[in-house]
Structures are given as C-alpha cells and as structure tokens.
C-alpha cells in the first residue's frame, strides 16, 4: 500500500500517522520526490482501510498495491479449479453447456426442453423459479412449484439442474439443486453470499451489470471466504450506451478473469444481446476467447415464453448451435462434457 | 402499445398474432405507411409482455408508450406526497436533512454524534448497523448491537432513526426503526422490497449505481403496490467513467424524478462524490434543484471512521453546512424540517 | 415516424401540426388508445426533425421507425461490400490482418517491422504519422516524415499502407496513402468525413470511445453521402467502467453492424484492452464472430516503442498469432488476403 | 511516478531499467514490500511515458503522481483566471450569461433574439453558424452566412458573439469573432485546439460526452501550452444511461474543475438535458454550485427552430429565467456581466 502525502504535510500530523501503522504492526518505506513524499507500507495491509487513510488531513492519495481477493487469486492457486456439478465437470479443458428455458413454465414445457437440449448435448438444464422482474406485475416465476418441476426433469433426463436463488429464506427449498445460481441484480447481496458460502453447493455467480471484474471477483470472495470454493464466474453482458441490443457482451473479461483468478469462467449470450439470432456468434466467439462453458436460453416456443422469449432459442437452433459449437471446441482443444 | 411490423412479414402469421391480441381483450389500429406497417394496441396493456411480443418472429420492435408505472405516477396522483417519519415531514415544501455517521460504532460516537448534529439543525439521525461492503474482509458493522445505539441515541436527541436493512431475515430487528433504507445495491432486491411493501414503514430508497430513473421508480412500485405509499426516493450519485470523485451526483434526476412522480425526492451529497470538501457546493446545487431534503454523513473523529471517513464531515463542519442551507432553503421557498 | 400527443393535448394545435405535416407531403394515420393518441407519418420523413416535433407543446414522444442510414443500410444493399485496397481484399469472405507499430519512429524500425508482417502473412502495413495524444506533451509522431517512411517500406514489401489523419489541412499529404484512417476522436470531425467522402479512397473508421453503433453508421454515411463507398468500420473498444484493461472490446459490434450495413467490419484487438498478452484471445473470438480483418500493432522492441508499447507484440509474437489465425480464419470459412 | 515490479522480476532487467532512468535524470528510490517491490522515480518525469514502461517485462504497475498539466494547473495559478471577451467578465466573482438560439437561421431571427436576450440581462450573444450534426441530411447550418449575421446582431446590440468553430480551415472566418467555440465532438481535436492556441482569442472549450475531466483539462492545456490562456471550460451534460433525457447534466465537475484548474467554468444545462422545462432548476443547481456562468439556447419560434427546438427557451421564458438567476446570483455572491 502506498500512501502519497499532500504537499506542505504538517510534519507532527505525519509523525503521528506513521506512528499509528507502526503501531499496527507496519513498516514504513519513505520516499521523497521533487513532486511528491511517499510513504510505502510494508507487511500485512488487508486491515488497513483506504478510506480510513484518505480521512487524515495529510493523505492525497492511497493506492493498494496487491488485489483484494486472496482466495480465488490465480498468484495463489496457479491451477484452474474444476467444479464438478453432480458429476458434469466445468474448468480446466471441460467445456460445458448449460441449456433451459428462461423460466420454468409447466411440466409439458420443462421436459420438452429438457430432453431436447439433453438430446443435443447440453451438460446441464437451467431453469427459473424465482424470477428478478423489473416490474411487480411481470410474472414471477412458479417459484417452488418451479423447483419441483425442475427436479422431475432432473429425474426424466439425469441433467443436473441450475436455478436462481433470490433470497436466503429460500435456502431450505434449494437444498437438493445441483448448482445456484445467483443473478446479475444479486452479485452484491453480501447476505446472500455468504450463506451461500456456507452450503459447499457449487454456485454460479452472474456479473453485476455495471460491476467491474474486482468487484465480480471479490463477490466470489465472500462465498469462497466461507469455505465454498466451488464458484463459476459467469459474464452475461454489461450496461453500455448501445441501443441496438440489451447489454454488451465483454468478451475481454473472459482471459481477464482466467487471468485473475483460478475459477471457470462462463458465457451467457442469450442476456448478453438479448436477441436469439446473435447467440450463434457470441457463442463461438466466446469458446474462440477461452470459455469453460455456455450457458443458453432454448424454449420449445419462444414466441409464447413468458419472459425474455426474443432471445431464447428454439430446441431446432440449439441443435444447430450444438453442431458449431462442438467441433469448434475441440479446435480449440476443449472437451465437452456430457450431462 | 405499438408494435412495427417486420418488412415482409407473412400475412397468416400477422392475422394470427392480431387474434390473439384482440383475444385478449385489446383493439388494433392499424397504419400502413411506405417503409413501414405499424399495430397499435388500445386498451390495458400492462399485461401484455414487450419480450413475448419481440420473440414472435413478425415483429420487429415494439414501443410501450404509457409508463409502466401507475402507483408512483405523478399523473394519477398530481399532488406531492408528504412523507411523515415519526413526526418529521419531508416533501411538499418541508425540506429534512438526515445527518449521522456511515457506521454506528460505539455508544460514545453515536450519541456525540447525534447531539452535534441535532443541535446543528438535523431533523433525522442515520447510522448504518448492517454494512454492505464490497469485501468480506472489511468492518461489516455492528449489526443487531447497532440498532440497540441507535435506539439510545433516539432516545437521547428525540431524532427518529434512519438505517438501512440488507436481508429479509433482519426484518424482526427493525420493528422499532422510524424509516427503513434499501441501500444502492439491493435496489432492485426485488424480495426485499416487497416484504418492506408489507410493513407500512417509510421506507428511503436509494438509487443503484447504474440504475435509470424508471428503474429506481419502479422498485418504489414494488414497494407501493403491497401497499406502503410510504417511499421517499435518494439519488446517492450514478458511476460514470469519471476518476476523479467516487461517483458523479445525477442533480437532473431531481426535477425529473418530481415530474415522473408525486414521491420526496433528497439527494446524499456524501457518497456521491466521497470526498468531504465536495458536500457543501452539492448540497447547495440540491437545495435550488428542488429536492426535498439531504442525506449528510457526520462523524465526531473521520480520521477514525471504519467506513468511508474520507467524505464524513465533523461535527464542525456540519454545523457550518447547516448555517448555509438553512437561508438557502429559505430563499427558495423551502421550510426545514426540526428534529 | 410515429408522434405521440400529450394528455389533453388542445385539439386547434393539433390540427395546426397535422395541417403542416401534410403540407409537407405526408399521411397522417391517427389511432387514439385508452391512454395516449398517436400520429403514424407515412411518406418520405427524412426532412422531419424529431427535435423540431418534441418543441411542438402538443408532442410528448417521437419514435423514428425506419433507419436514418440509407447509404450503408444492409437493407437497400443485401450483398457484402468487398472493399479492395491496392490490390488486398476486405470483405465477403475475404479476412485480411494490417499490421504494424502504433507510431512511425525511424527508418529502421519501419522497415524492419515490414518485413517481418509480410513474412508473416499480414495484408496491409499500418503505422502512424499523425499520432492523436492526450498530453501536448507527448510525441506526436513523424508527420509528413513519417508518411515519407511509410512509403518507403511499402516500396520494400509491397503492402499497401494505412495510416491516420486528423485534419483536412493535411489531404495533399495523404494523396499517395492506400488507405486514409479516421481514428477514434475523429469519428464525429464530420467535415473531415465529408472532405474524404470526396477523395474516392479507402477509408478505414475507427468507432468513437463512446459512440453508438448507429452513430459509427451515420459517420459511415457522411462519407459514403459525398460518393465513396469504399469505407471499412472498424471497432476498437468502447469506454467501460472497467478498470483492469484500457478498454472494452464490442466484440457484439460484428455481427450488428453486419446486420445494420453492408460494409466489411474490422477488429483492432490491440487498442481495445491496451495489453499485448489479450492480443491473442480477442483476435480468436474476432475471428469467430465474424469480422473480416484485425488490425494489429506489432513493434520490433515494444520495451522502446514511443506510444503504445504495452500493447505492441513484437514481431516474434505476432508470427506465432498468426500461425494461430491462418487456421481459425480457414475453420470458419474465410480466406486470408495476402499484401 | 511509482512502478511497480512484478513479482519474481529477474534482477538483471531490473538492473537494466534503473540505470536507463537514472541515465535520463531521474534518481530512484527503491522499498521493497512483503507483497510488491516499488521504485519511487524523483525528477522530472513529464518525458516518461507510461507506456513505455509497462511494456517493460518487469513492470507490473505504473502510477503517475503529479497531475499530467502545468498551465492550468490551480497548483501553480492559485488565483481565479478571468477571461475577458470583448469587454465581458467571466471568472472571479463575474457571472455571465451567453444565451441565443442553438443555429443561426434568419437575419430576422438572430436579431430578434439579440434585442431580446440582450433586454433580459445577457452578457453575450451565442449562435450557431457551423453546426455539427449526426446525420448529413440534417441543417447544417448558415456557415459564412451565418457568421455575418451574428455579426450583424452584435453591431445591433453591443452584445460580443460565440459560436463553434469545426475545422482549421475556418479560421480566417473566425477572425472578427469574439470568443470561439469548441464543440464536445471536437473536445480531442488536437490539430484544432493547437491551432486555436495561436489565435490569442477567448475560447470556450465543451466537454466531451464521455470525456472525463482531466482529459477536458489536458484539451484546455494543448491551447494554453500554444501561449493561449484565455480559455472557459463547459460542461454541458455527459453521456449516461438514463434515458428520460439527452445527457446528464454533472453539476460535481463545477467544484472539481474549479479545485484542478484556474479557468472560468460555465454550464449549459439546455444541451445537458436537452427538454426545456428542465433549463430552469438546472441553471439554479449550477449558480449554487459554484459556476461562473451559463449558457442557454434561446428561439424566438422554439416549434419552428431547424435544430434542438425541444430545448430552447422562448424569449419569454428565459426572461423569467433571469429574474430568477438574478437574485440567485447574488445571494451566492457573484456579481452579473453586463452585455
């Protein structure tokens, strides 16, 4: 950590503040510019908040020099972590596909879509009880009538089942999903991620829409700080000023990320544009930038979903998907997993 | 609701989607013009869903035209509502400033805290107990223990307590709160906001960091279609790619905010800029753009805040803030709130 | 283009609007809702002003249905236009990658990094004489030098050349340069475009930090209004609030503006994130969205390159990424133009 | 400047590094951190670029510590610059108003809002001659003609003129103006800002649309480090997502700039917003905030105005806009230019 000093510091304040980190068990590195008197802080600075630093009367400005996340660094774990979701491994050079509707509708929708995306090779079944509307009077989600839908789909086609959680009441009705997921509107309910830390379920965690990949990694943190290290990144596209689709996919996080931290990283481009003919290129574009797995909206009538049925696919175009996506993954050198 | 037809778009297909429109109760105005052909809908359409309408694959854009929001809309209630926190008026002309410290953290700041800053003219005390913070490593707050000092200093100032809530669980703990804050990062906690919809408790709402006007608007909604008409809507500063301040105060969203809707409207200068010199020029710049009240962080020693110090004001400083709102408020027509 | 009246908007003014409108050559098809009275112009709108409409006191919103671009829209022009630039191909189906240091620095190093692109298999040699820098302190690149070295090395190699200009002033310069770029800053210098929609070259248009898709497209049309069709658009990161990397690829850019127009779509992988080691998966996923060509900045000693070095590869580096794309570009289909 | 090494940097290259630095003036200081080595660079480090360092394969960070501009650094100008446009004050205390219509259309328009604009209390007189436009089918202004009837108007009523200048050609037609204007788009014109550094000429340079403030400041500098002081920064409302209105007006950059630079600031809250009702509590949020004065869009016939008729005042209302600036003014202490 490195603090810079305003100029004209009064010196007893600065004594007095250097007094106060040695006291905290730091050392102090001093430099002295032609523009500038530098302080550097050696030794464990995670206690150390910035804010508190930048209050001091003497203090312009503070930069920390080391990431704020300790357990999903990559400096620290070199090797990618593979979670492993009911037996479908994700990371390290398994590739897998995450397919579903949108939301859960009925029982005749979900198997339907269920055996089709199993049929062409999706590893995992999504699938939406809880449902984040922008509005009170959009539909909800069949909520845990949903889940049970999902588990019999689960049961017909032996997918392992992805679903959002929205809230830690709910946590006793997700005890028998497979992964979590936590929404884009939720990265940063630090309740929520903690208790999911405390459940050693693997837990897909989906980007804020305007969150920067720190933030997204120390959110990742929370869970994994808890214990529960079986955390999936997932990128579904970012608020910018473009009109003509929904968000924008950041592609670029993708190698960032792997950069950062050790954790597989997923692609949602069914809510990265919004619209199902753009899904084909996201998707192969993301497998090209390093992916570790896709995750799809496919509806057996997108036309009558209940939500976000413009970028769902239907289960003929996942297939067709599918056919791309799998001979590009391979050459790229990655291995599909199978559900 | 409008709905442009796609060039080309297969007459079968148009007259089976005009039948089911009309099916479900609306009328068709239809205009043909040389580039386009264009569905306009009357009747009730908060029911119809602009992504069922998009995945139909005639159609090429729809266009809703009425606000999707009915409760929070000016138009229906052209009145300003004027909300009453255990007797402290904020809207309608009487302007109420909250003043307090980021985080309650001992019996000792709080209480001189509160003296300070209602001896300077406050007219609510706030003080966070449960701290969303961006790290798991960093001061959580002092959660339940909080809510106990701030009921202490309640008692000893007669000023009624503002704090913000982060999980459903914790409703229990906030029963002998004044008004309730939904924080940036759960604003569109949409199970959070519904159960504060139950409790008829005022309830301050604050603006997401990327968060558009509807939005936020629309999670006031969410609130007031269970019922609490209670919500006053706190504009905390939108990210921007500016560096030089933490985030850049929105002040249009003042005018524009009391235009969409009837609701109080008061700006936090504090956490818009983070920086305490900036809270005097735009707490001047909210007062003459019409908000109904501020949101000030106040602590007795910043230098030893455990949160955000750096844009607290001492005790001082708030006092002399106060001697320039309070002839401000008045040049514009505005009558401060008393504790 | 669609006018929705305001409530209660006075019936005499509407009529004075209509009459207007139609004196101006349009049909008006009104339908009047339950909630808002919408006028449907049909005829030929690109005369009308919207923000002339929105200061009529009657008008509450205006929506433009069709597209404001007629010279660049897909629609009007369904087939790809392959744009040739002194012999290389851009453009349906043909890839082309233009290679080569950020700046023009010397003799030597232009040289020498021309040879080794064309070794390589680049198409087009790119270098900078005009350099757009944020500080009037830094180097501002060779000027008419550098042009004069530029063609020095394309007498060497035979690679045709692009580089940047940034004033009209300057056009007896670029007489001799195979392809004019317009950067980044420059996107909305419209008679700058203007004056290059004169000159019958290639031009190559870079996307503003900020801009729109629409609005690159409406550049594209200045030039292409003035009679030069030969214009490739070019994406090359947009301003996010992302903090790890210069900027954030649009990687959703390729297909849409390949939907929206007919014009060859290049990606510049080196300016979108600024960090030479993310070359290399951004220029995968460009490959695989679709683009047509990269354009990459290759330097024979980035550790002493004037401007950009971060981003640089050497020229070792950009061999091996093009061992990787010759094979990627050929999985999907398209054939590399050779200089 | 700070670098900071990468972990495990071989000590050779480091070695290698210093003494380049040194060799080139600079003295180092080197601490060495549990977690990061850090070279503090003492000199003159303006030659340095940043670049060049990080693409140095031992440097991990680099961190600028003084502020990259010199001349309008308030550092180094402690004291307000006052700017002085034919007679006309703006700075230290002197609140001015330009007002006119966005285009110059009429010698009967222009007039008539000079003799109006000039009654109410303007100090200057604006008027669009050259207008930058999106779409090449848009006005795109009078031009020269235009030019001569704002000149005109001034001999009508004393009032000095600003208007846009687009490209260096131009500027043997600016000769006779009294402030030029820089458009936002233009913000980054280096070539152009150069070029007005020569003219000695009051400049009033918009902020870009997503520029952030210390790049506006550096475009403020490539005019100053030409010889040329005399420049008025403007922010004018910045690119967000909200879409209720234009742009977003950001009241912070008024104490922000004022804090980094010596320059008169000015706010123009008709482009900011671009709605007419707005221009009033916007101009009030930016007297109080600290501005030195505003810019207003003024039409006589705001429904028939070729160009941004929706955020023009009538003469009428920005009458009673003065009437209500004015007394604001003066409450805060600022004194009103006289035309």
């Known amino acids: ?7 004209g510091a009064e010196e007893a304040r600065v004594q007095a503040l250097c007094a ?50 300790k357990k999903a660094n990559r400096k620290f774990h070199p090797d990618d972590t593979v979670v492993e979701v009911n037996g479908v491994k994700i ?19 979900i198997e339907e879509v269920a055996a089709a995306v199993k049929a062409s090779g999706a590893a995992l079944l999504r699938g939406g009880a809880f449902k984040p509307r922008t509005s009170p009077y959009s539909f909800q989600g069949l909520r845990a009538d949903g889940l049970e839908l999902l ?15 929205m809230n830690t009441e709910h946590l006793p009705l997700f ?16 309740e929520l991620l903690r208790r999911l830390g405390q459940t050693g379920k693997p837990i897909l965690l989906k980007r804020g829409l305007s969150a920067t990949l720190e933030e997204l990694v120390m959110s990742a943190e929370y869970i994994m700080a808890e214990g529960n290290e079986q955390v999936i990144l997932c990128e579904r596209g970012i608020r910018t000023f473009e009109t003509s689709m929904r968000n924008t996919l950041d592609i ?24 199902s003919w753009m899904v084909e290129p996201l998707a192969a574009a993301a497998v090209a930038a390093g992916a570790d797995g896709l995750m799809i ?42 559900g």
């Open 1 to 7: 950590m490195i603090i810079i000093l305003k100029r």
């Open 20 to 69: 106060e980190l040695v006291g905290r068990g730091l050392k102090i590195h001093e430099s002295t510019g032609s523009e500038a008197r530098i302080l550097g802080l050696v030794g464990d600075t995670k206690s150390i908040n910035e804010s508190w630093l930048l209050a001091n009367p003497v203090v312009e400005v503070v930069r920390r020099v080391t990431e704020p996340y």
């Open 91 to 109: 990371g390290g050079g398994q590739f897998a596909v995450i397919a579903g509707p949108c939301s859960v509708e009925s029982e005749e929708q």
């Open 151 to 165: 588990r019999h789909a689960r049961r017909a086609t032996g997918l392992p089942i992805v679903t959002e959680i």
């Open 175 to 190: 005890e028998d999903v497979d992964m979590i997921q936590v929404g884009a509107r939720n990265m940063q309910n630090f």
């Open 252 to 275: 670029s996080a993708v190698p960032m990320l792997k950069k950062m931290t050790h954790l597989p990283v997923v692609i949602d481009p069914s809510h990265a544009a919004g619209i």
């Open 297 to 338: 909206e496919v509806h057996n009538n997108p036309a009558c979903a209940l939500c976000d049925g413009a970028q769902s696919l239907t289960c003929e175009q996942f297939d067709a998907l599918m056919q791309k996506i799998r001979p590009e993954a391979e050459f790229f050198g990655r291995r599909l997993s199978a």
